[in-house]
């Protein structure tokens, strides 16, 4: 069993930049690969980043390529999506995920476990 809690989201302004952090419970972590997607209203749940277990491979959308970067530290548990420069459109409910296999990590039912989300709004 795996347990996310993500934090970090709140308000910005187009151009500027937040950390999200997902805080993970079990002693597994370290062995599953570990995704984020984003929701907005209306709109399905997408894709964002992921990485492996050792974080040395990762993942994105075409749309956060070059803008977000995903890490992870086994040792404390955590993973990380540093998002920079931030646009109206990057605005959603952020969720971090976990997957025993690195495999697939765009598609949502490769996840087993999923936080409950933090809000990121983007003004223009």
């Known amino acids: 069993q795996v347990q996310l809690v993500e934090s970090g989201g709140g308000l910005v302004q187009a151009g500027g930049s937040l950390r999200l952090s997902c805080a993970a419970s079990?002693?597994?972590?370290?062995?599953?690969?570990m995704g984020w997607f984003r929701q907005a209203p209306g709109k399905e749940r997408e894709f964002v980043a992921a990485?492996?277990?050792?974080?040395?491979?990762?993942d994105y959308s075409d749309s956060v390529k070059g803008r977000f970067t995903i890490s992870r530290d086994n040792a404390k548990k955590m993973v990380y999506l540093q998002m920079n420069s931030l646009k109206p459109e990057d605005t959603a409910v952020y969720y971090c995920?976990?997957?025993?296999?690195?495999?697939?990590?765009?598609?949502?039912?490769?996840?087993?476990?999923w936080g409950q989300g933090t809000q990121v709004t983007v003004s223009s």
């Open positions: 995920a976990a997957a025993r296999v690195y495999f697939r990590t765009y598609a949502r039912d490769r996840y087993d476990y």
């Open positions: 079990g002693r597994t972590f370290s062995s599953y690969a």
């Open positions: 990485i492996n277990w050792d974080g040395r491979t990762t």
